[in-house]
């Protein structure tokens, strides 16, 4: 069986600011705290097509293993790999996040889509955030009845996580929006 579960949250920030705070999300020292299932962020590569006016970037995510320990140590392993690749369109304002695991593949896939757009009602203002996340336990043959209570405790795992991305996108949002009109903290 496969989870998949969406989200929308609309940010009160203009689509520049919400755009840049997630460039910062991960980076920023102070989210460590609130982020810490979050291990290492590399970027491997980035490319801008000018004609295009468009950014294409990938980058390695480091996370440690959502789901129930005892999952962790049947797989023998607190860490997956995951590889997110954005493209973030100027021209259109908009910015597209995917991600996907890469290791840890024959027992489980994750697949995470997040879109940044100006909000339609108050494109000037406003950002919505279109998130969907898609989980599919593989089933171990003896471990195959259980399969959907780990995937929906993978996927609350998830939703945690994404309240905790807001979090932090919010208080970037708020720290570039102080930033920009020079007062002070």
Known sequence: MVKV???EHIYKHPWE???SASWRKFVDPENKRVLSHILQVDTLNHRLDPSARKLYTTRAVTVHCPGPWFIRKLIGQDICHCLESTMVDAQQRSMQLSSR??????FVEVEEKIRYDPHPD???TWT????ETRIYIKPFSAL???AEKVEQRCADKFMQNSAKGREVMERI???LETEST???L
């Open 122 to 124: 108050n494109p000037d």
């Open 5 to 7: 579960y969406t989200q």
């Open 144 to 146: 195959a009845s259980i």
């Open 128 to 131: 919505i955030c279109l998130q």
């Open 101 to 106: 695991n890469i290791s840890l593949q024959k």
């Open 182 to 184: 020079g007062l002070p």
């Open 173 to 175: 949002c708020k720290y």
């Open 17 to 19: 600011r919400v755009t």
